[in-house]
T-cell receptor, first 115, second 114 residues
Framework: AQSVTQLGSHVSVSEGALVLLRCNYS??????LFWYVQYPNQGLQLLLK??????LVKGINGFEAEFKKSETSFHLTKPSAHMSDAAEYFC?????????????FGQGTILTVHP | EAQVTQNPRYLITVTGKKLTVTCSQN?????MSWYRQDPGLGLRQIYY???????DKGDVPEGYKVSRKEKRNFPLILESPSPNQTSLYFC?????????????FGPGTRLTVT
């Protein structure tokens, strides 16, 4: 079984401030983890992914996430927020070959960036 | 260009009028899925298919049907739509074997049932 919990449905930051979006997962096997971003009235765009290997993963637009197995977490960060980062962010988990293509999503976090 | 396409992108219909949302991928992927997105709930899997003629229920299959007669196509059928099926729908695909298990998403179909 697999599940994802995103802590905080809304996060608000000032432009230039640190962005931290929290994600905790549950998986009965080693997970594959993803962060997606959805801009208003658009589809899903892959930000970054963790499969195996290095636990600190860098993605597009200056975002990165760290896989912490002991904490079952995969939090998304960006050192300095930009107005263009305002969007909804989804964390997702799959169990790889045993998941039959299923991706389980968190509830989503809406990021607001204030000038 | 490798992509997943969906049609229509927007659809407004009335309760009980059968409709089909098409999904097609050109990447020769074995696995395909349908998800619905609702505020505060994220995306939830409706149905998935592991290959031609092989489909199974996801987390929220009630009121939906699917078929997989060709590898590239995976239509979603609502035989008697109801207002609680108003949602944003995404089709996705991925190869059976792969190192990242990344899914490729279509652009979405926004459905309104009145």
């Amino acid at each position: 079984a697999q599940s994802v919990t995103q802590l905080g449905s809304h996060v608000s930051v000032s432009e230039g401030a640190l962005v931290l979006l929290r994600c905790n997962y549950s998986s009965s096997v080693p997970p594959y983890l993803f962060w997606y971003v959805q801009y208003p009235n658009q589809g899903l765009q892959l930000l970054l992914k963790y499969t195996t290997g290095a636990t600190l993963v860098k993605g597009i637009n200056g975002f990165e996430a760290e896989f912490k197995k002991s904490e079952t977490s995969f939090h998304l960060t960006k050192p300095s927020a930009h107005m263009s980062d305002a969007a909804e962010y989804f964390c997702a988990v799959t169990q790889g070959p045993v998941s039959y293509g299923k991706l389980t999503f968190g509830q989503g976090t809406i990021l607001t960036v204030h000038p | 260009e490798a992509q997943v396409t969906q049609n229509p992108r927007y659809l407004i219909t009335v309760t009980g009028k059968k409709l089909t949302v098409t999904c097609s991928q050109n990447m020769n992927h074995e696995y395909m899925s349908w998800y619905r997105q609702d505020p505060g709930l994220g995306l939830r899997q409706i149905y998935y298919s592991m290959n031609v003629e092989v489909t199974d229920k996801g987390d929220v299959p009630e009121g939906y049907k699917v078929s997989r007669k060709e590898k590239r196509n995976f239509p979603l059928i609502l035989e008697s739509p109801s207002p609680n099926q108003t949602s944003l729908y995404f089709c996705a695909s991925r190869p059976r074997a792969g190192s990242t298990y990344e899914q490729y998403f279509g652009p979405g179909t926004r459905l309104t049932v009145t």
